[in-house]
């Protein structure tokens, strides 16, 4: 099957099969990218309109009972200066985003139980008096927890699958499986959440047929966002020796993601930054409509290390904000000024 004859096809069909995936994937020519790529802004323009969404993250706790093979802050890496933010100080550095005209506000960490269920809903219910939406990406907690935080007002809750390969999954997160992954999803899907979810590109031990599976898990599961980046070895971690993930392919995976699901907000991530200067724009211009500028206050940025050489650990959020700002507006494209919440089918233009 050519690329040409995958491309007619998803033409009339909307999808791909996992063999016109892996078919996509494994064609090594770069003008086949740039051909995803244009398909792909294309759809994103057609289906999530010409503004891009910016989500302002904070990353408020480094601390991790996890053992996640590539990641930095594992419970195992002794080497990190663990911090927490105290819930009084994110509460802070939320009121500033909302002043800073930030729409959205995502709070990251390890996944830290210190944090009480009650803790991390009182952050949410105050947070959620600016008017801002809020997501939670702090890891894998019980259905109650999950409950009351959407009870507090969460809106959406970003928990990536990392890899749809039972396997692999298994191999990089010793003590626990894809299938207890999934389950949360369903969970967060059930309390009413938007759900985001996604996968690393370039995992030592991926094959293009798991990749495949990674994009048709994306659509299976409907979701409402997707972050999609290379993966970049940690020194601290097992997985140190191995490759890092690489930029086109991860482009290319970003491209087909956006034909898989166009709906989709799918933000141009900190882990391709952290490889390409271009990064972000590169993310814009290939399916991308999103971007997370770091919000983490500059005295704990450094930290929260999840791989190493991460960007922008050194600018200050009105800095972050200028430059996307200007790199939106060379695009040609504007940036939101609504909570951008997420959709579940292609229908109803932007
Ligand atoms: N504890 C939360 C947040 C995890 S950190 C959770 O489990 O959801 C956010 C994301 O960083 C992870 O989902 C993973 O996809 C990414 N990440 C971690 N280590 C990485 C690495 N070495 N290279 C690239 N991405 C990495």
Same mark, same amino acid.
């Given at each position: 099957m050519s690329v040409t004859v995958c491309l007619a096809d998803y033409e009339k069909n909307g999808t791909f099969t996992r063999a016109q995936l892996a078919e996509l994937l494994s064609d090594?020519?770069?003008?086949t990218?740039?051909l995803l790529r244009m398909k792909a802004d294309r759809i994103r323009r057609e289906s999530v *309109?010409?503004?891009?969404?910016? /989500?302002?993250?904070? &990353?408020?706790?480094?601390?991790?009972?996890?053992?996640?093979?590539?990641?930095?802050?594992? /419970?195992?890496?002794?080497?990190?200066?663990?911090?927490?933010?105290?819930? $009084?100080?994110?509460? $802070?550095?939320?009121?500033?985003?909302?002043?800073?005209?930030?729409?959205?506000?995502?709070?990251?960490?390890?996944?830290?139980?210190?944090?009480?269920?009650?803790?991390?809903?009182?952050?949410?219910? &105050?947070?959620?008096?600016?008017? !801002?939406?809020?997501?939670?990406?702090? *890891?894998?907690?019980?259905?109650?927890?999950?409950?009351?935080?959407?009870?507090?007002?969460?809106?959406?809750?970003?928990?990536?699958?990392?890899?749809s390969?039972?396997?692999?999954?298994? /191999?990089?997160?010793?003590?626990?499986?894809? &299938? @207890?992954?999934?389950?949360?999803?369903?969970?967060?899907?059930?309390?009413?959440?938007?759900?985001?979810?996604?996968?690393?590109?370039?995992?030592? *031990?991926?094959?293009i047929d798991?990749l495949a599976g990674d994009l048709l898990l994306l659509r299976e599961l409907e979701l409402? !966002?997707a =972050?999609?980046?290379?993966?970049?070895? +940690?020194?601290?971690?097992?997985?140190?020796?191995?490759? #890092? *993930?690489?930029?086109? !392919?991860?482009?290319r995976v970003l491209a087909l993601a956006r034909m898989m699901i166009p709906w989709a907000?799918l933000?141009?991530?900190?882990?391709?930054?952290?490889?390409?200067?271009?990064?972000?724009?590169?993310?814009?211009?290939g399916g991308?409509?999103?971007? !997370?500028?770091?919000?983490?206050?500059?005295?704990?940025? @450094?930290?929260?290390?999840?791989?190493?050489?991460?960007?922008?650990?050194?600018?200050?959020?009105?800095?972050?904000? $200028?430059? #996307?700002?200007?790199?939106?507006?060379?695009? =040609?494209?504007?940036?939101?000024?609504?909570?951008? +919440?997420?959709r579940r089918l292609a229908t109803a233009g932007?």
């Open positions: 090594p020519g770069s003008d990218l740039e *309109g010409d503004t891009v969404h910016i /989500r302002g993250v904070i &990353e408020f706790s480094n601390h991790c009972i996890r053992t996640c093979a590539y990641c930095g802050i594992n /419970r195992f890496n002794e080497k990190v200066n663990r911090y927490r933010i105290p819930i $009084a100080e994110i509460k $802070a550095v939320a009121r500033g985003a909302a002043n800073r005209g930030f729409h959205t506000v995502v709070l990251q960490s390890g996944d830290d139980f210190f944090y009480t269920a009650e803790d991390l809903a009182d952050a949410v219910a &105050e947070i959620k008096l600016t008017g !801002m939406a809020v997501t939670l990406s702090v *890891g894998e907690r019980p259905q109650a927890d999950y409950q009351l935080w959407r009870q507090a007002g969460a809106d959406r809750y970003l928990l990536k699958f990392e890899t390969d039972p396997e692999l999954y298994a /191999r990089l997160h010793p003590g626990t499986s894809l &299938e @207890r992954r999934l389950e949360c999803l369903r969970q967060l899907r059930e309390l009413g959440y938007q759900v985001g979810s996604g996968f690393m590109v370039g995992l030592p *031990g991926q094959t798991s409402e !966002m =972050g999609i980046g290379p993966f970049i070895p +940690h020194p601290g971690t097992p997985l140190h020796v191995a490759e #890092t *993930g690489s930029v086109p !392919m991860t482009l907000h933000p141009a991530t900190t882990a391709l930054s952290s490889l390409s200067a271009d990064g972000r724009r590169l993310g814009l211009t991308g409509n999103v971007v !997370m500028p770091n919000l983490t206050p500059l005295a704990y940025r @450094r930290l929260y290390e999840i791989y190493p050489h991460k960007a922008e650990v050194t600018a200050t959020p009105d800095q972050l904000l $200028a430059e #996307t700002k200007t790199l939106v507006h060379d695009l =040609g494209r504007t940036i939101a000024q609504d909570a951008g +919440h997420g932007a």
